[in-house]
């Protein structure tokens, strides 16, 4: 079954610390990557794709196949990073299917 | 910069109601998405929409759902006789181009929160 797994619910880190939101996914194939952001009163946004492998707002995020996982990193927090972030794979060309989500609280 | 836009923003209805949410999608975009998400809960996909055809449907889009393009511009969902668990945020997204190959990336509307009593 084809199933993506952000098994934290809440990470709190203070500015300035390095964060680590985790990403698994157990898909067939080859599946595409993404992270999608929602900031506070907000719409879903993208973030990143591992496609691109780009940098955006000093995140990124690497495609280990060997570990099918997808963590996203950042070396040095900032308090407007504060959001809830989903990671979605997609394996069918139209439908993006979104991890649970991940609170991350950066405090000062 | 072109947004989904989405209405009603909030909606109360009674159990047994049909309800439909309208989504304005972006001009020149070409598929179409509803995603629900239940307080508390994952964002969970439910339909896609290409070419005035469902592209792809969860479990969770049954006989109770449809979707529909009744114009150029909007992109609705019907929700028939709906049950206390349809209470959730429903989102609207489109894109240029399908999420594979040189991705598609989904905009997404503001939501439209939905409370059945």
């Known amino acids: 079954a084809q199933r993506v797994t952000q098994p934290e619910k809440l990470l709190s880190v203070f500015k300035g610390a390095p964060v680590e939101l985790k990403c698994n996914y157990s898909?067939?194939?080859?599946?595409?990557l993404f992270w999608y952001v929602q900031y506070s009163r907000q719409r879903l946004q993208l973030l990143l794709r591992?496609?691109s492998r780009e940098s955006i707002k000093g995140f990124t995020a690497d495609l280990n196949k060997g570990e099918t996982s997808f963590h996203l990193k950042k070396p040095f927090a900032q308090e407007e990073d504060s959001a809830m972030y989903y990671c979605?794979?997609?394996?069918?060309?139209?439908?993006?299917?979104f991890g649970k989500g991940t609170s991350l609280l950066v405090t000062p | 910069e072109p947004e989904v836009t989405q209405t009603p923003s909030h909606q109360v209805t009674q159990m047994g109601q049909e309800v439909i949410l309208r989504c304005v999608p972006i001009s020149n975009h070409l598929y179409f998405y509803w995603y629900r998400q239940i307080l508390g809960q994952k964002v969970e996909f439910l339909v896609s929409f290409y070419n005035n055809e469902i592209s792809e449907k969860s479990e969770i889009f049954d006989d109770q759902f449809s979707v529909e393009r009744p114009d150029g511009s909007n992109f609705t969902l019907k929700i028939r006789s709906t049950k206390l668990e349809d209470s959730a945020m429903y989102f609207c997204a489109s894109s240029a181009r399908p999420g594979q190959g040189n991705t598609g990336e989904l905009f997404f509307g503001e939501g439209s929160r939905l409370t059945v009593l």
């Open positions: 898909y067939s194939g080859s599946p595409e």
């Open positions: 979605a794979p997609t394996n069918s060309g139209y439908a993006l299917n």
């Open positions: 591992h496609i």
